[in-house]
């Protein structure tokens, strides 16, 4: 990270601390990823500085890693222990799939990709989002290692694929979810076990509407989509995208507290929802406010 990048994102990381957690919770999380907080700080009685002056030593990996924990966005990843820059293809504040796909499928990808936006969900598509001119397999790279879940559109020739099965490898790899999107091929291997998602037959539409499900009802990624929901929502310059997208947190698997509590803390900063009675009573229907 940049001298300013890191900076920055420690100061984040000290404002979501101190909004969330006493000094004794501050102590106790941050020892989690070995943060000495024995060590000497100023007087004042800030747990903001407090947090900041704890992380002014700490190695950039650390501070990716509270940053991932606390779900602050920020523009790097951590493999093996090198941070890297992530891939600039990914819509910030959004949800991270990537879609591995054949070439004779980049269409259908691309639709996808497409129908995903309204899910606050940005995906990457490696035959639409590489420029010709960058290097490739370095840019393949960069979002396999950024991403927060992985669908694999699978047809017949995937298997015999030089990319489309190191893909799905590297997202096993990592522990994240993938998504089989059965296209006249069934899962097999380590996602046999995973019914999958029917393709044929189906609209983009509803195929993208089942995939927002087995996010939002996943362990893995249902907490991720909710953060990236609730952070669209309070961005969204229009009364109609900042329903839609609420009404897709209410189909979140067992919403978390804390993320109907980051909503309330951040939504009246949006003044054309706060003003719009539709909105509000949605907002008091399910005692956000």
Same mark, same amino acid.
């Given at each position: 990270?940049?001298?300013?990048?890191?900076? @920055?994102?420690?100061?984040?990381?000290g404002?979501?601390?101190?909004?969330?957690?006493?000094?004794?919770?501050?102590?106790?999380?941050?020892?989690?990823?070995?943060?000495?907080?024995?060590?000497?700080?100023?007087?004042? @009685?800030?747990k903001?500085?407090?947090?900041?002056?704890?992380?002014g030593?700490?190695?950039?990996?650390?501070?990716?890693?509270?940053?991932?924990e606390?779900?602050?966005?920020?523009?790097?990843?951590?493999v093996?222990?090198?941070?890297?820059?992530?891939?600039?293809?990914?819509m910030?504040?959004?949800?991270?799939?990537?879609?591995?796909?054949?070439?004779?499928h980049?269409?259908?990808?691309?639709?996808?990709?497409e129908?995903l936006?309204?899910y606050?969900?940005?995906? /990457?598509?490696?035959?639409?989002?590489?420029n010709?001119?960058?290097?490739w397999?370095?840019?393949?790279e960069?979002?396999?290692?950024?991403?927060?879940?992985?669908?694999?559109i699978l047809?017949?020739?995937?298997?015999?694929?030089?990319?489309?099965?190191?893909?799905?490898? /590297? !997202?096993?790899?990592?522990?994240v979810?993938?998504v089989?999107?059965?296209?006249?091929?069934? #899962?097999?291997?380590?996602?046999?076990?995973?019914?999958?998602v #029917?393709?044929?037959?189906?609209?983009? !539409?509803?195929? !993208?509407?089942?995939i /927002?499900?087995?996010?939002?009802?996943n362990?893995?990624?249902k907490?991720?989509?909710?953060? !990236?929901?609730v952070?669209?929502?309070?961005?969204?310059?229009?009364?109609?995208?900042?329903?839609q997208?609420?009404?897709?947190l209410?189909?979140?698997?067992?919403?978390?507290?804390i993320?109907?509590?980051?909503?309330?803390d @951040?939504?009246?900063? @949006?003044?054309?929802?706060?003003?719009?009675?539709?909105?509000?009573?949605e907002?008091?229907?399910?005692?956000?406010?």
């Open positions: 990270m940049r001298p300013i990048e890191r900076l @920055n994102l420690i100061d984040r990381i404002r979501e601390l101190q909004a969330r957690m006493s000094y004794s919770d501050i102590d106790i999380f941050l020892k989690g990823f070995g943060i000495d907080t024995t060590k000497t700080t100023s007087s004042t @009685n800030s903001w500085i407090y947090v900041k002056e704890l992380l030593d700490a190695v950039d990996a650390v501070v990716l890693r509270i940053a991932d606390l779900e602050i966005a920020h523009g790097h990843t951590v093996g222990g090198i941070v890297q820059e992530e891939s600039r293809f990914w910030p504040g959004y949800f991270r799939l990537f879609i591995s796909h054949l070439s004779e980049k269409l259908k990808a691309t639709a996808l990709k129908a936006r309204k606050a969900v940005s995906c /990457f598509v490696a035959h639409e989002d590489i010709p001119t960058l290097e397999q370095g840019e393949i960069k979002a396999l290692a950024s991403m927060d879940a992985l669908a694999a047809m017949q020739g995937f298997h015999d694929s030089k990319w489309t099965d190191q893909e799905v490898g /590297f !997202a096993l790899g990592r522990g979810l993938v089989p999107l059965r296209n006249g091929l069934d #899962p097999y291997g380590f996602i046999g076990k995973v019914q999958g #029917p393709c044929q037959g189906r609209t983009v !539409a509803q195929v !993208a509407a089942s /927002f499900h087995a996010l939002a009802s362990r893995l990624t907490n991720k989509l909710a953060t !990236a929901l952070d669209q929502i309070v961005a969204s310059p229009v009364v109609e995208s900042g329903l997208l609420f009404g897709s209410k189909q979140i698997e067992t919403l978390a507290q993320h109907l509590e980051r909503l309330r @951040n939504i009246g900063t @949006n003044q054309i929802l706060t003003s719009d009675a539709s909105f509000v009573k907002l008091n229907l399910f005692r956000v406010c």
